[in-house]
């Protein structure tokens, strides 16, 4: 993977002159609150002007778990000061900007609804096309924006709420292989992490405890192991950690650490597997052979480590943005905006924030909402 540094492609953008599109992009569908501006060159490369996250763990931590009423009211309190951060920051004005892209779903409605009614406000106010974005379409394309590499490929997603596979192809369709049939997989590292007590959000501290853990000490399911299509089961996993920690309680914190290398092992062994059998899905067709992961558990080192080797196996091309840009943030959507409107796309005021929005579900949307303006148009 040639991936560069967060701070690598923010240097890189000091001095250059306006080309292409600069869009100011918004993400507020969990707990984290995001503003970014980015500039896509009329070549279609990406660069980044800012990318300002402020996580609200400290507001969540001690519940365990994101509580969306806090969420919704910590992003409508410090919105504004990080878009006009992120300006700054960028050196842009609302009126050197050539759209507004926010994420509208899914997510948690309060959170999509401050961002998506400033993006609006924004929007109407300097006159500017704005468009609402999938929030997994935005993890879908930020490699796009590191590496130049846009759709089609075989893309896995994985994040706290999502695991499954897509085909990505042109013009903004993506249609589903497989996915969880229960848990996704940051959801079981978040559930692992709470058992232990290792805090809020978990992905990030299993795989730091995991570094001094025996992954061999206990033997934990590889579930779906061998089956044809491309989906994913965590549950029992995660209870096959559970019973084990009770097992060995009280843990000693080289227990904590075994128990984490050896979660994160099979969690590994069970994507490699899940991810030859998408290959031979997807390979069936005549799609080009690259493979791209995104979504905040692709930052994990030892799950990169394990596709990589899948993929040169099958031969297939690795893609995955750096880490940083694997978690939520807000230079993902605007990079999703800038793409959507160099080809076309705007929604209008009237554009809905939704909970729940499949990414397969996205061009269907347009074709109905397409077809709901007609009347009007005509
Ligand atoms: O994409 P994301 O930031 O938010 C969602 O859209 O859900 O993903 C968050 C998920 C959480 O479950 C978090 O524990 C997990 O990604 N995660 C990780 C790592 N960093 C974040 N999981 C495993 N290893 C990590 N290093
Ligand atoms: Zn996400």
Redesign the pocket.
Known sequence: MQGRTIDQIISMCNGQKKVGLTVLGIET??DETAAAVVRRGEDGKGIILSNIVRSQFSEHGRFGGVVPEIAARAHAEILDSLIKAALEEAHVRFRELDGLAATAGPGLIGGLLVGLVTAKAIALVHNLPLVAIN??E??ALTVGLTEALDPPYLLLLV????SEFLSAGGHFRYKKLGSTIDDALGEAFDKVAKMLGLGFPGGPAVERFAEGGDPARFAFPRPLLGREAPDFSFSGLKTAVRRAALAHAPLTTQDVRDLCASFQAAAADTVRDRLKAAFRLYAAGAAPRKFVVA??VASNKALRAAMLQECEAAGFSFHAPPPGLC??NAAMIAWAGACRIAAGFRDGLDARARARWPISEIASNEAQAARRRLPAET
Do not use: E, K, N, Q
Request: charged share 5%.
């Open positions: 569908s969990c929030h997994l935005g993890h994040s706290g709420g999502h979504g905040g978690t939520d």
